[in-house]
Every structure is written in C-alpha cells, then in structure tokens.
C-alpha cells in the first residue's frame, strides 16, 4: 500500500470519566483505496509527555474498516497516567507494520490533559490538527521555555537543594573526628600548600607587593572563585551516576543534582571568604568598602558554574571517560589562569595566545575578587557585562542539553 493516506476526522466529543478519557468522533477515508482491519487497518492513540515529547502510551488499536469516501464512527476509552504531569494524546488513523497516518501530515485528534499532584485529570482542551501545526508550537513553547524552565525548576525545588546541599556537605565528613570542621581544614590547607610551593620555593612575587603576606593575599583573593567552580565542575560526570537510585525508583527532579554542586561549591566558598577576611582583617586591619561588589561577581559564577554542572552530568552519563578527562583539564584549567602567579606572567607568551587566555572565564573572575578585596576598586564592568551574558547563555544551553537528554538516563544508569 503507498502512503498516499488522507483522513477527515470530525465531531470529536472528549469526555473524563474517572480515571479514563471517552474519546468519539467520525473519520472518513479519503484515500481512494479500502482500509480492512484483515490487512491491519485500525484508530488508535500514543500518549506523549507533553514538557519533554517522550511517548508515554503506545496504546490499543481499533480495527477500522472503510470504504473509500466512507465515514464511520470510533470510540476508545483512554486510561491516564496516575503520575502528575501534563499529556497529549494523539488519535489516529494506522496500519500495523507500516506507519501511523498522523505522522505522515493527515489530521488526526489531539487532547490535551493534566493530571495533579492529587491523582485528579483535567482537559485542557482538544482539536483536529496536523503534526507540522503541533511541531511548530512545540518549537516556539520550548525556545519559550529555554528560558524559563532552568529558573522554574531551581525555585520550585529550593527546599530539596538545601536539605542536599546540607547533606551533601556533613555526609562529606560523617565519622570523621573533626565533623564538619573539615569543610574549613580543606580549603586552607589546599590554600597552605600551593601557597608553600609558589611563594616559599618558587618565591613568586605578585606587583605592588613582593613580600610573603602580599603573596598569601593575591592568591587566596583569586583561588576563591576557583575552589567553588572546581569543587562544582570536578564532580559533575559523576553526580547522576552516584545518585542514581534517585533516577531509576523515584519521581526525582533530577535537573536539581547537578545545580547541587554549584550550591555546595558556593558553600565551600563562603568558609574560604571567611578565611580571607580574617586574613584582611589581620594583615591590613580592615575590609575595604568595595567588598560590597561581591555579588556582582557571583550572579555570573553560579550561571556559568551551573550551565557546565548540567552539561557535564548529562554526557557523564553517556561518557563513563569524561569523569578522568574532566581532571585533567580543570588542572590544565587552572595552571593557565594567574591564580598562583601574576598576570605578568603571560609577557613570554605570544600576544595572540595571551590574548585567548585573558578570556578565560575564571581570569575574569579572579581579576574581580582582587580589585573589590584587595585594590579597593569596582571590578571591570565591560568584562564582567560579557561574561555575565555568556554565563546566562551558557547556563540556558546547559539546562536544554540536560533537558533534552534526560529521558534516556534511567535506561542507560
């Protein structure tokens, strides 16, 4: 049979009764050949997920026989899904073996419903369409949500991320003998031992100020923004892996793990921020006022960190490799930005790598969080205007790519 196939659906009546949809309508064939249920003709319907597109129900079939230019009617009842969500149902004409007729362009019936967190269905509406009409609203309602979806989903999830968050941080420590002491240990001891390395053997100077406490000042101001985004972006191919009862038994949000990290990062920072103050407060005896930019430098931290966070988790999930690779690029990553040495030391370097280099996210950063700490001076607003719409864009495009492959996770974990 060609398919060259042509169906009229009309009179839809869609009614909800208790847990299933009463769905009847008239179809006409309007092929020019005769549809037999003995050669596999029949109406049916397939139940999507409407936010994600993925097909729920590959449901019952309706044998349809019909001549050509002949109408007859149809009923199916439709059982809902009990899971909360919203759902679209689309009734169609098909032939077993050889393609349901919707998806080759001939109208079919399509419903739209929700079901609440309380179990109970509500239709939203019902039409005859096409499936280029529902592929173009798809696409303008998914750029829509681009935008939405990331912000929706951390809001309406606040209270989960800082109980994980808390778990999270004193699960780090549990049984330990210092608690959650440790989650100050660490950062100063990893502060201690790079400032050992550079400034005691190396004895690398920093302009404006050679000596030892000028050096333990310049780094830590710029390692702070580097311990949160390493702390987040080390873990995240390994995040949804290490959870993964959370994907396969549990109706989770799963976009919520990966955003974990960049909170918990941001955690660590604050006690490495406490640190440096102490360190202000007894070397030069005082906090400089311009400290009050901080959150100017974090609004484009926690964008970026997080766009990554989701990037790197979903390929972690089909990249088992990406976990160790990931490590030694955040290591390469942090060896060409001047955390441990100036900025003075690109002079060597050719202009256009130097050039490349001064792009660098975490540079830009590491720049802001010493002139509001230690010049006393606002950071550079053309740089951090840019950075803040890439993060933005970085964080809209890491959310979509996790979005759009969060469907397979549960098969492939």
Known sequence: ????????????????????????????????????????????????????????????????????????????????????????????????????F?????????????????????????????????????MLRSFARAFTLPLQAVARNRGLVRTL??????????????GAFWAILNPLLLMLTYFFVFAIVLKTPFPGDPSRAGFVLYYIGGFLPWLAFSEAVGRAPTTLVE?????????????????????????????????????????RHHLPVTALYL????IPQILFTSGLCWFLSALGVFFRDLAQINGFLITIWFFITPICYPETGWASMPHAVASILSKNPIYILVRGHRAIFLESRHPEWTPLAWLTLASAIIFLLGHAWFHKLRKSFADII
């Open 243 to 283: 959870h993964r009862n959370f994907i396969k038994k549990l109706v989770f949000p799963v976009e919520i793990l990966p955003f974990n990290l960049t909170v918990a990062g941001l955690v660590t920072e604050c006690f490495g921020i406490g640190i440096f103050a102490i360190a202000l407060l007894l070397l």
């Open 165 to 178: 968050v808390r778990r999270e941080i004193l699960s780090r420590y549990s049984g330990s003998f210092g």
């Open 1 to 100: 049979m060609a398919l060259s196939v042509s169906t009229v659906f009309s009179n839809p009546e869609v009614h909800l009764e208790g847990g299933e949809l009463d769905v009847r309508c008239r179809i006409e064939n309007r092929s020019g050949e005769a549809w037999s249920s003995a050669a596999g003709f029949g109406i049916g319907y397939h139940l999507f997920d409407d936010p994600t597109g993925t097909l729920v129900v590959d449901g019952a079939r309706q044998p349809l026989d019909l001549a050509p230019a002949a109408q007859g009617a149809i009923g199916l009842k439709i059982p809902l899904p009990p899971e909360p969500g919203e759902y679209n149902i689309c009734v169609s004409a098909m032939r077993e073996n050889v393609a349901w």
């Open 295 to 298: 959150p100017l430098l974090l």
């Open 102 to 138: 919707y998806t080759l362009g001939w109208p079919f019936l399509m419903v739209e419903v929700t079901v609440g967190d309380d179990g109970a269905a509500k239709i939203t509406g019902w039409r005859i369409t096409v499936k280029s009409a529902v592929d173009r609203k798809r």
